[in-house]
Structures are given as C-alpha cells and as structure tokens.
C-alpha cells in the first residue's frame, strides 16, 4: 500500500521503462501488403491511402527492396488482372501479375516470406469472392477455383498462401490440392475470422474489388459475434490452416485475445485500409502526432495477442523501431 507501493518508481525514465515494458514490438512482427498490376514502370498512388500504390512487377521488386533494408522480411500481394469475368480466370492464370511477382521476389530476395493472398474478388466481373448464381455466392462451386489459385501461387514459389475468402471448408480442399500437388510445404495462413467491416471502402479502391451488387455479410462475419470467430478458427485448424487471421484488428482486439487464448499456433491480425486511412488524415490535420499513433496501434494489437501484425503503416513503422 502506499506510501511502501509507488507504481511510478519504474515509469521515472526512459531507460526503467524500457526494462519493464511488457510488449515488444519490432519489424520481424510487421508484414507490408502490396498491390501488384501488370505493366512496367507503373507506380499508380491509391487516393483514399496516400502512400500506397499499385505497382508493376518491377518497381514492387524495388519497393519490396527498399522495405527490406528497413527490416520488413514479410510481404502479402494482391493483384490487379487486366480483365475480369464470372470465373476469375486471371486468378489462376499462371502469367498473372500475383504470379509474376512472386517469381521475381523469390529470384531477387531469396530471404524473403512471400505471402499471397487467394481470393477472387479482384478477378470476378461482379466484385464478389465466388461463383454467383441466382443472386446468391455459391460455396462449393466456389472451391475448385480457390485450389486452382492457390495451386498456381504455389507453383510460382509463394511460401504462404492466405485464403480470404471465407467460403466454408476452403482451408481443407486448398489444403488437400496442396498436398496432392507436391507442394506439402506450402503453409496456408487462413482469414480465419473476417469480419464484414465497415473498414475495407479504401482497400476496395486500392484492389478495384467493390462488389457490383449486394454485399458480402452473407460470407463474412458479423461484428456483433465472437464465439462465432472460435468456432471459424477452431474449423479451419482442423482442416489443416497453419495460421489464422482476425481482419480488421482496431476494433477486434478482443477477438484477438479470445483466439490467442484458445489456440496455439500464429495468430496474425490485419490493420486494415479503413483503419490506416483514418490515422493519416487525422495526422494531416494535426489532429494527433503520426509515428507515435502508429507505433500505439500496432502495439496494442500485438499486446492483444498478435504474433504476426499485417499492415500498411510497416516500412515507417520499421523507420521508428530503427
């Protein structure tokens, strides 16, 4: 009791803060997604995420260089096809842009951890992540184009494929076609709980992926639930994911815990585009200071339980952690 208790004695310095602090962060955590087109040359700025870009092939190579001098080993691709359908055939066509990339990284930077997201929004002329029929997303027929996506990732050399889409037993039929393939190695990092947020308006820009009718609450999450986001997790380990997912993270922090407490194996969590969006035009108003907003965000994300923290903020975030 006080006055023998004085919690301020081991806040008096920076130095006693550092001993006593609980939660490390630093870039080995940070993964940079990144947005892959076709063309050469291209460096197209994302307006509702100034920063971001839609690159090709070659200057996502230099980009994900630059990166990786600052300590950020970790990369997640979406592409850009150009041209869509109602079978996402660019998905799974080998020459792709996503494909492309991972070729060109695993050439270039032979210590880097290629993630490749699979899912077909991007490449389907309606915007939604699977087989439309009648109005509605088919699941099942749905499958067989996840696996063929996966499939093709793989054969270009991605370490890790992170399935999005949140169609039921996807993680298990990917996970059998990676096996039956040869390509047992291949790790799948599962969007285990996704959530149809309110935060994913700028990545719809940036992946020119806006659903063309409906919406997608009839796959994704509901925000209000998260004994539901046990259950998803706990399926989708059984079906063979070696990682799972929380997305977006900001406002499921105790998501976050819940999985972290219930399951062990790497819990990643994705500070999405909304969430990114929102901290860089509050700073550019002045409204709050940027590099020490950023490095709370991602703090507390790892201190809810996140091993892996996928992010947009990762290069200036590695900057501050130097």
Known sequence: MFPLSRPRRLRRNAT????????????????????VRSGSGEKREIPSMPGNYQFSVDRLVEEVGA????????????????????RATQAYDDTAPVQEAVRALKRTYADLAVMTDVCLCEYMSHGH???????????????????KTALSHARAGADVVAPSDMMDGRVGAIREGLEAAGFGHVAILSYAAKYASAFYGPFREAAESAPQFG???GY???????????????????EGADMVMVKPALSYLDVIRRVRDNFALPVAA????GEFSMLVAAAERGWIDRESAVLEVLT?????????????????????LR
Not at 74 to 83: D, I, Q
Not at 270 to 273: Q, W
């Open 300 to 320: 507390s994300i790892k201190r809810a339980g996140a091993d892996i923290i996928l992010t947009y903020h990762a290069r200036e975030a590695a900057r501050s």
């Open 129 to 147: 992540c699977g087989i439309v029929g009648d109005g509605e997303v088919l699941n099942d027929p749905t499958l067989a184009l996840l696996v």
């Open 270 to 273: 994705y500070n999405v585009s």
């Open 215 to 217: 919406d997608r609450r």
């Open 16 to 35: 006693i803060r550092r001993l006593v602090r609980e939660t490390h962060l630093s870039t080995a955590d940070l993964v940079y997604p990144l947005f």
């Open 67 to 86: 990166a990786r001098e600052e300590g950020i080993l970790g990369v997640l691709l979406f592409g850009l096809p150009e041209s869509k359908d109602d």
């Open 220 to 238: 994704q999450m509901d925000p209000a639930n998260s004994d539901e986001a046990l259950r998803e997790v706990g399926l989708d380990v059984d």
